[in-house]
């Protein structure tokens, strides 16, 4: 079983740490997973100009691929003027309508606002469920506070929701398989 996460964001680290503790912890629960994660601000994903993916650059080939290879898959995105990243929605835009169908898909979004936890309910959780994903009961919000000064997690509540994420992703993949 495959896991992979998608960190969202062309600039900073705090959304990538973020969903590579997602990773990491599937991979301390189970350690037979595996996990890659898919960080765009490695990659030069082309922009959406309606043509058939023959038609844009390897990268932009090689994310759609493992995108829709993944098994279960952990979107993050930071939260900038109340909505995803350009380049998150950019990666959707390429995909499959029914990319998601029978996956599991996790959500983890940071921000600087307490009232961005909403847009995991309001524009994230829509997206999945229109690509046919699975979200399970939770996501995880991680606040810009909640990162020490070397940029890692340092709230031991969102280290546990972290774990609960995956705990959970793993047991609904699970459920989706029968």
């Known amino acids: 079983m495959k896991l992979v996460g998608i ?4 600039t900073g680290s705090k959304t990538s740490k973020a969903v590579h503790e997602i990773l990491a912890a599937a991979k301390r629960l189970y350690p037979s997973i595996q ?3 898919l960080d765009l601000k490695d990659y030069n994903v082309e922009f959406v100009t309606g043509k058939p993916l023959t038609y844009y650059n390897s990268d932009t080939w090689k994310v759609v691929q493992t995108v829709s290879e993944a098994d279960i898959l952990i979107i993050g995105t930071p939260i900038y003027q109340a909505s995803i990243t350009g380049a998150l929605k950019n990666l959707f835009d390429h995909l499959a309508v029914d990319v998601f169908n029978s996956k599991a898909v996790g959500i983890v979004t940071t921000g600087g606002s307490d009232k961005h936890f909403l847009v995991a309910e309001y524009q994230l959780k829509p997206i999945i469920s229109y690509l046919k994903g699975t979200t399970p009961a939770s996501s995880v919000f991680v606040h810009s506070k909640d990162f020490n000064e ?4 340092a709230s031991p509540i969102v280290l546990e929701r ?9 047991a609904l ?6």
Request: aromatic residues 4%; glycine residues 4%; proline residues 0%.
């Open 35 to 37: 996990t890659e994660l």
């Open 173 to 178: 993949q699970a459920y989706l398989d029968k």
């Open 7 to 10: 960190s969202g964001s062309l």
């Open 162 to 170: 972290i774990e609960k994420l995956a705990r959970e992703l793993v």
């Open 150 to 153: 070397d940029n890692e997690i």
